[in-house]
């Protein structure tokens, strides 16, 4: 049983969101630190900041910079190079649904692969076509999940989800959080994030 927890917010139109997803099972891992998967959506966290788009498409200098920062990362997480989604920000409502519906053993698994169609493939998410293929490549009987995951109480579950995000004070992807209530913000505070996890659990 892992010592400690970790609470992982992402966001299934977030390449960081992404890099993140690809990286953390091992590091928690290793951090003997056991991590909550739950995917959300920023778009009504956004519009409460008063955004009607992503900060990168409303600072173009910050988004350009984006993506470069995006090809050193995922050079240097020996991944694909980032393949920029013909929208940006992708719509990943029904990638979201799916994910949240999934149990907790099969979400990290549709959440990798997902992002991987959208940053490495190039593939578009909200299509359903694209979750079918993923589903199913993974196993899944795919016309269920999907059925499953658009019914209203599963839709509730992610309104709720995404409601508790913003209350908790998320205001982007990727964001974790500890035991203690802690915010660590970012791809690049994961691995603070977790030893701060480590170290409350070695502590209790």
């Not at 099969?106 to 578009?124: I, K, Y």
Request: aromatic residues 12%; neutral net charge; glycine residues 6%.
């Amino acid at each position: 049983m892992a010592s400690g927890s970790l609470d992982f917010y992402y966001e299934f139109a977030s390449p960081y969101s992404y890099l993140a997803a690809c990286r953390i099972a091992a590091l928690a891992e290793l951090a003997d630190v056991r991590v909550n998967w739950k995917p959300f959506l920023l778009g009504p966290i956004f519009a409460a900041q008063g955004y009607t788009s992503s900060p990168f498409n409303v600072y173009p200098l910050k988004g350009a910079h984006m993506w470069r920062d995006l090809d050193r990362l995922a050079s240097a997480q020996r991944l694909p190079p980032i393949t920029r989604p013909a929208t940006f920000p992708a719509n990943g409502l029904l990638a979201a649904r799916v994910a949240i519906h999934l149990n907790d053993a099969c979400r990290p698994a549709f959440t990798r692969a997902l992002f991987s169609a959208e940053f490495a493939q190039g593939r578009d998410i909200s299509d359903r076509e694209t979750v079918r293929q993923v589903l199913a490549g993974l196993g899944h009987f795919w016309d269920e999940v999907i059925a499953d995951a658009e019914s209203e109480v599963n839709k509730a579950r992610l309104r709720a989800q995404t409601e508790e995000a913003q209350a908790r004070g998320v205001f982007g992807a990727p964001t974790f959080f500890t035991a203690d209530g802690e915010l660590f913000w970012g791809n690049d505070r994961l691995e603070m994030a977790l030893e701060h996890a480590r170290r409350l659990a070695r502590a209790a």
